[in-house]
């Protein structure tokens, strides 16, 4: 076992010294640990997937990265949790990161169903056999990537001990357009473009990548962390949100309270108090309907985080990590 995996850097004292953190502990880390390899969902779509083995295992850990992401942006926090004595898996979900494209453009964002996502993440934890042991198991879930977690314990019930949902997708902040009437919107347009368009068109309003300057980002106060993710985002671009995928979209959002109901595992939702990406009225609504059935839901809201609060400034950051720890543990 390599030396450098019991010389971890205080989580508060990062940004300083970044670059140097990155040469001397993240990427040996991942040159030693990390194993990626694919599964084929579908004779067109390869998914990308990471595994890490601990050598002493404690816990397995699913991470679910949000939408645009690539689980080589949450190297950090792979880091992190491996060194609490996790096994690690995590995905590129279709469409994105490393992953198959679904439309001729590689750079809309697309999906036909959530529920493929979800078969995504059942068939690439099957093919590694990743959930075949006695230890106990847990989900740290970013924005989209929760929202494919909450429907995937529903809809395939494995005995998952706790989830962290991070900023989680639960409603989609529309401006002053109310939920129900952006799903109309959204119905009426995928289902026109079906009619015209040879594939589904970006939602008005949508593009594709063009990097937002740090200093105008909605997702991290960290400049450090930001230029991290951005430059693997560089390497695989991707743009806004096809009519289809926000159909697809809040077709699940209106489903998850429900469905999210039945679930009886132990649930920690962080909230961003500077989130302008998710809706967080949504997440408020969710909480209060699913807490009432399952009293082992909780909600702490992180002060002054922006979106990412997984990639946000170490004074954030550090804390949040801390308590996810506690929580799993």
Request: hydrophobic fraction near 40%; aromatic fraction near 10%.
């Amino acid at each position: 076992m390599n030396t450098h995996i019991n010389t971890v850097p205080e989580l508060s004292e990062r940004e300083a010294s970044w670059q140097a953190f990155i040469a001397r502990f993240i990427r040996p880390f991942w040159q030693s640990y990390a194993h990626e390899f694919v599964v084929q969902a579908d004779p067109k779509v390869d998914l990308h997937c990471l595994e890490m083995h601990h050598p002493s295992p404690k816990m397995n850990l699913i991470i679910l990265p949000g939408r645009v992401e690539s689980y080589l942006k949450y190297q950090e926090v792979c880091f992190d949790f491996f060194h609490q004595g996790c096994n690690i898996f995590s995905i590129d979900h279709r469409g994105q990161g490393q992953s198959s494209r679904l439309l001729k453009d590689p750079e809309k964002g697309h999906i036909d169903s959530f529920d493929t996502y979800a078969a995504d993440l059942e068939l690439a934890l099957d093919q590694c056999g990743f959930l075949e042991t006695n230890l106990p198991t847990h989900i740290l879930a970013h924005s989209m990537g929760g929202a494919i977690a909450l429907n995937w314990l529903y809809l395939y019930r494995h005995n998952i001990d706790k989830l962290v949902l991070s900023a989680p997708m639960l409603g989609i902040n529309a401006g002053l357009l109310p939920q129900r009437s952006a799903l109309a919107v959204a119905r009426t347009m995928h289902n026109l473009s079906n009619k015209i368009c040879p594939e589904s068109p970006y939602f008005p309003g949508q593009a594709g990548y063009n990097k937002t300057l740090f200093e105008l980002n909605p997702l991290t106060h960290s400049r450090a962390r930001y230029e991290f993710s951005q430059q693997i985002l560089q390497d695989h671009k991707l743009g806004g949100v096809t009519a289809g995928w926000l159909y697809e979209a809040l077709k699940i959002i209106k489903l998850l309270p429900t469905i999210s109901a039945e679930l009886t595992l132990d649930i920690l939702l962080l909230q961003a108090e500077k989130d302008l990406i998710v809706s967080l009225s949504a997440q408020d609504r969710w909480f209060d309907k699913v807490s009432q059935k399952n009293q082992g839901v909780s909600k702490r809201v992180i002060a002054d985080a922006k979106h990412e609060i997984l990639m946000e400034k170490d004074s954030i950051r550090a804390p949040v990590i801390e308590e996810i720890t506690h929580f799993f543990k």
